[in-house]
């Protein structure tokens, strides 16, 4: 099992910043490839970014690329996500995810922590 908590969440002016953490610890060994996602209310949960620590390029998503930043630090099992030039449409409850390869399903979550942006 592997288990992820995040936090780092608050609340903002548009135009600030915020740097979201996401600790894991467990099997943490048999995860390369972690996400951030998020759900804004009323909305699905959709797709921020990703990276896995073996190395590969990130992804982003269309609505946070250029303002958004995802990194690691695998030495202390920390994922970030560094968001500036926030904006109100990035209110949303704020998830860490992991899975085994970039292939596979994402298979453990965090609970979330919440963003809200005023205008």
């Known amino acids: 099992q592997v288990q992820l908590v995040e936090s780092g969440g608050g609340l903002v002016q548009a135009g600030g910043s915020l740097r979201l953490s996401c600790a894991a610890s467990?099997?943490?060994?048999?995860?390369?490839?972690m996400a951030w996602f998020r759900q804004p209310p009323g909305q699905e949960r959709e797709f921020v970014a990703s990276?896995?620590?073996?190395?590969?390029?990130?992804d982003y998503a269309d609505s946070v690329k250029g303002r958004f930043t995802i990194s690691g630090d695998y030495a202390k099992n920390t994922l970030y996500l560094q968001m500036n030039s926030l904006k109100p449409e990035d209110t949303a409850v704020y998830y860490c995810?992991?899975?085994?390869?970039?292939?596979?399903?994402?298979?453990?979550w965090g609970q979330g922590t919440q963003v809200t942006v005023s205008s």
């Open positions: 995810a992991a899975r085994r390869t970039r292939l596979a399903a994402y298979a453990y």
């Open positions: 467990g099997r943490i060994y048999s995860t390369d490839h």
């Open positions: 990276k896995s620590w073996s190395g590969s390029n990130p």
